[in-house]
């Protein structure tokens, strides 16, 4: 990851954030700065605490800044979806009364066995019997009899391709027989035991839900044990330009319904990233070169806009220009963006709306990049630099169902 300059905005005592354009004014960035706002994930993270009707475990990979972590934290949030020993350790180290969960199907031995033995964690996911197999190997002493099963073991199902804007059924998940043989297998090792899946990155259709939990519901049928927990992964979308989600109470209710029809002591878990932190983050970056109706600015597919590349998503955005007042009735334009390497795949098509007479020099604010900006950042082209700043401000676009207020 490339490295971050942190710029304090916090004064000693009380904190007192300032706004975007405050700080662009103060400080005039030539480098990129993200923007994180801890209000505002702490709200979205309490929202849907609130809302879910089980456990939320935060997917860290979406963010692992620990001002993000705190945050949520802050917000309620007291479990954490973990990919790898690093966020393993940086949970341990940073939350250490956090929930952690080791939730990547497939994991390295020396992952598996410091996980549990260094840091204590007990809950492992898994899509094959391979991998049940490291998991028991890694975490029983060899030859250890009569004690109690300490593990919580949770088989990934996989599900068939579904209309999600980043479609995640192609490499994880074991297909349903292969599931109901995992879960009998898993069953006589395990404390609890769970069955989970995910829909798709921004999954815009709360049907999609209903369909996976009752797939779910089959696997549990058909195992004939006892299934203590169905987690129903993550998905949940936030709004972009141009792409406006169902309210998060659809997603709640399709939920609750399907889970209506499991067995009654059968528990809910959710693993949510992008909808508790997109809205809590934004990058400022500056125009170097205007060419028609394309802006060269300073931040790209190789640092906090790998979305807005292979992804295709738009971003809210906003001009800021220092010492003008707001121009209520200024003509927009649609602009596309070149990021600063000297790759012609470092472009982000957009369009984003800014004001016809975009010139070089002028910053540009682009929002809902709390979710996977920073966590992608590069060294590409020696272009890694970026600062990083707490802001008081509002997020820039306004997901429904976490709603300020």
Not at 41 to 60: E, H, M, Q, T
Not at 227 to 239: A, W
Not at 316 to 345: K, M, N, Q, W
Request: hydrophobic share 45%; proline share 8%; charged share 20%.
């Amino acid at each position: 990851m490339a490295k971050v300059r942190l710029v304090s905005a916090r004064p000693v005592g009380r904190a007192i954030l300032p706004l975007v354009d405050a700080f662009t004014a103060a400080s005039r960035p030539t480098d990129p700065v993200l923007c994180l706002r801890p209000a505002v994930i702490a709200a979205a993270a309490r929202r849907f605490v609130d809302s879910f009707p089980g456990d939320a475990l935060y997917a860290v990979k979406c963010n692992p800044e620990p001002r993000v972590l705190r945050a949520l934290w802050a917000g309620g949030v007291r479990h954490f979806d973990c990919a790898s020993l690093g966020e393993v350790g940086l949970l341990r180290k940073l939350l250490p009364a956090a929930e952690i969960h080791f939730m990547h199907p497939v994991k390295a031995r020396p992952a598996i066995h410091e996980a549990f033995h260094r840091y204590g964690v007990t809950d492992f996911a898994l899509d094959s019997a391979d991998e049940l197999a490291k998991i028991l190997q890694e975490t029983v002493p060899v030859g250890l009899v009569g004690d109690p099963p300490t593990l919580g073991l949770f088989v990934r199902l996989a599900l068939p391709k579904g209309g999600a804007v980043y479609d995640l059924s192609g490499k994880f998940g074991a297909p349903l027989q292969e599931a109901v043989d995992l879960l009998c297998a898993a069953r006589p090792h395990a404390a609890r035991l769970g069955i989970s899946f995910h829909v798709g990155s921004q999954c815009l259709e709360p049907g999609a839900y209903t369909r996976a939990i009752a797939l779910a519901g089959e696997a549990i049928a058909r195992c004939g044990v006892d299934v203590d927990i169905v987690d129903v992964g993550g998905g949940f979308p936030v709004s972009y330009p141009g792409m406006a989600p169902p309210p998060l109470g659809d997603y709640i209710a399709a939920i609750d319904a399907a889970a209506a029809e499991l067995p009654a002591a059968v528990r809910l878990w959710a693993e949510p990233g992008r909808a508790l932190v997109a809205g809590g983050g934004s990058v400022v970056v500056q125009v170097q070169l205007r060419r028609g109706d394309t802006l060269f600015v300073n931040d790209g597919v190789y640092g906090s806009l790998n979305d807005a590349g292979a992804l295709g998503l738009r971003f809210p955005a906003r001009c800021i220009r220092l010492g003008e007042a707001d121009r209520v009735d200024e003509e927009l334009a649609d602009f596309e963006l070149f990021g600063p390497t000297c790759d012609s795949a470092d472009r982000m098509r957009g369009p984003f709306r800014l004001p016809a007479d975009m010139r070089e020099g002028d910053w540009v604010e682009l929002g809902q990049l709390g979710a996977y900006g920073a966590c992608l950042r590069t060294q590409f082209n020696g272009f890694g630099r970026v600062d990083l700043v707490e802001v008081a401000d509002p997020p820039m676009l306004v997901t429904p169902g976490y709603e300020e207020g």
